[in-house]
T-cell receptor
Framework: AQSVTQLDSQVPVFEEAPVELRCNYS??????LFWYVQYPNQGLQLLLK??????LVKGINGFEAEFNKSQTSFHLRKPSVHISDTAEYFC???????????????FGTGTRLTIIP | DGGITQSPKYLFRKEGQNVTLSCEQN?????MYWYRQDPGQGLRLIYY?????DFQKGDIAEGYSVSREKKESFPLTVTSAQKNPTAFYLC?????WGYGYTFGSGTRLTVV
């Protein structure tokens, strides 16, 4: 089984400043990692994912994340945020060693990003 | 356009009443999932289904029931046994060949 920790429940950032949202995971097997964004009263939208290859992953809306296996982290970053980035962000993990359907995505508790004009 | 449709967007339930939330997908995905979202608790898995006519309990299945009679549809019934049903409910699906979940836009259920 896996677990995900998002240490910051809320992150306020001034517009055009950089931001980092932290995600740490725990797993006894190799994992795939995801970041999702949720705007108010909407479903989750995939921002980016790490499956294999380069540990630096680029996603939509200018976000990127870096997989660090030794630190079991997958922090999300953006060099310059915009008002429209105000949303809740969820980190998620799933084990790679599985038959389809036997493992499910495990989500963190989310980080609410608020952009200050 | 392919996607997942959840209805209704808002739902009000009286005490002791059963209600059913609809989830329909036209993505030809095999697996479907129901999550409950409460403030500060992230997403918690209620039920999931990998194939038609088969489903498994998730972490918080008590007070809920599901069916999977068609590949496209995975309705969730919130029964009167669920003592605290007020929450945001999300449906998701994934193909057998991938790991990227696609989510619906959610149903907000409120007990009145």
């Amino acid at each position: 089984a896996q677990s995900v920790t998002q240490l910051d429940s809320q992150v306020p950032v001034f517009e055009e400043a950089p931001v980092e949202l932290r995600c740490n995971y725990s797993s006894s097997v190799s994992v795939y990692l995801f970041w999702y964004v949720q705007y108010p009263n909407q479903g989750l939208q995939l921002l980016l994912k790490y499956l294999s290859g380069s540990t630096l992953v680029k996603g939509i809306n200018g976000f990127e994340a870096e997989f660090n296996k030794s630190q079991t982290s997958f922090h999300l970053r953006k060099p310059s945020v915009h008002i429209s980035d105000t949303a809740e962000y969820f980190c998620a993990v799933i084990g790679t060693i599985s038959n389809f359907g036997n493992e499910k995505l495990t989500f963190g508790t989310g980080t609410r990003l608020t952009i200050i004009p | 356009d392919g996607g997942i449709t959840q209805s209704p967007k808002y739902l009000f339930r009286k005490e002791g009443q059963n209600v059913t939330l609809s989830c329909e997908q036209n993505l030809n995905h095999d697996a479907m999932y129901w999550y409950r979202q409460d403030p500060g608790q992230g997403l918690r898995l209620i039920y999931y289904s990998q194939i038609v006519n088969d489903f498994q309990k998730g972490d918080i299945a008590e007070g809920y029931s599901v069916s999977r009679e068609k590949k496209e549809s995975f309705p969730l019934t919130v029964t009167s046994a669920q003592k605290n049903p007020t929450a945001f409910y999300l449906c998701a699906s994934v193909p057998s060949w991938g790991y990227g979940y696609t989510f619906g836009s959610g149903t907000r259920l409120t007990v009145v």
